[in-house]
Nanobody
Framework: QVQLVESGGGLVQAGGSLRLSCAAS????????MGWYRQAPGKQRELVAR???????NYADSVKGRFTISRDNAKNTVSLQMNSLKPEDTAVYYC?????????????WGQGTQVTVSS
């Protein structure tokens, strides 16, 4: 069984910073791409940033220049450094990853962590 667990959410004032982390554990043979999504109340879940196992990252236009995604392959973790936060960044943030568990390549999601940016 594979699990993704996020941490690092919270309440911050506009202009502040937060760092989210996500750790994958369980039966992991390899991890392909990893990413962060978010869902604000009444809105659809949207991509924030993705990072492949090798290659270029990609970001939503709304966070380019403010957010940075990174991963530590040795620790099976992915992080999201969020700077210059805006009230419109308020959402539940989810990490996901395509993980080879030894039987198949599955898409796994974390439980989500709340980020609230006050104006």
């Amino acid at each position: 069984q594979v699990q993704l667990v996020e941490s690092g959410g919270g309440l911050v004032q506009a202009g502040g910073s937060l760092r989210l982390s996500c750790a994958a554990s369980g039966s992991i043979v390899s991890i392909n791409d990893m990413g962060w999504y978010r869902q604000a109340p009444g809105k659809q879940r949207e991509l924030v940033a993705r990072i492949p196992s090798g290659g270029d990252t990609n970001y939503a236009d709304s966070v380019k220049g403010r957010f940075t995604i990174s991963r530590d392959n040795a620790k099976n973790t992915v992080s999201l450094q969020m700077n210059s936060l805006k009230p419109e960044d308020t959402a539940v943030y989810y990490c996901n990853a395509h993980i080879n568990n030894g039987r198949y390549l599955g898409l796994y999601w974390g439980q989500g962590t709340q980020v609230t940016v006050s104006s």
